[in-house]
Nanobody, 125 residues
């Protein structure tokens, strides 16, 4: 699985951005997908996850109510809609995939096998 994230940029606090992650290969619809982020000098943080059909989602407390993860299996793409952005959301955002035939909760970084290259989001105050 190859993942290509895009959509990052510079935005003012309170603004919005939508990140996209396009996946290659035939396993996308069978994969749990996730977004994580890493701010300068900090550990990588899992931000959101979504189940294979999109029916199940998970959000970190830090983004709950502001970010929305979604997917389009016909386009092999997962999205992260980010609203009400704050300066502390500044980070490199990565998408990740875990192909799985099981129905489970994959809510930690170590659960994911494939990672994209990252896209930088900068939120100015």
């Amino acid at each position: 699985v190859q993942l290509q994230a895009s959509g990052g940029g510079l935005v003012q606090a309170g603004g919005s951005l939508r990140l996209s992650c396009a996946a290659s290969g035939r396993t996308f619809s069978r994969s749990y997908m996730a977004w994580s982020r890493q701010a300068p000098g900090k550990e990588r943080e899992l931000v959101a996850t979504i189940s294979r059909t999109g029916g199940g989602t998970y959000y970190a407390d830090s983004v709950k109510g502001r970010f929305t993860i979604s997917r389009d299996n016909a386009k092999n793409t997962v999205y992260l809609q980010m609203d009400s952005l704050k300066p502390e959301d500044t980070a490199v955002y990565y998408c990740a995939a875990r192909p799985s035939i099981l129905t489970a909760h994959y809510d930690s970084l170590s659960d994911y096998d494939y990672w994209g290259q990252g896209t930088l989001v900068t939120v100015s105050s």
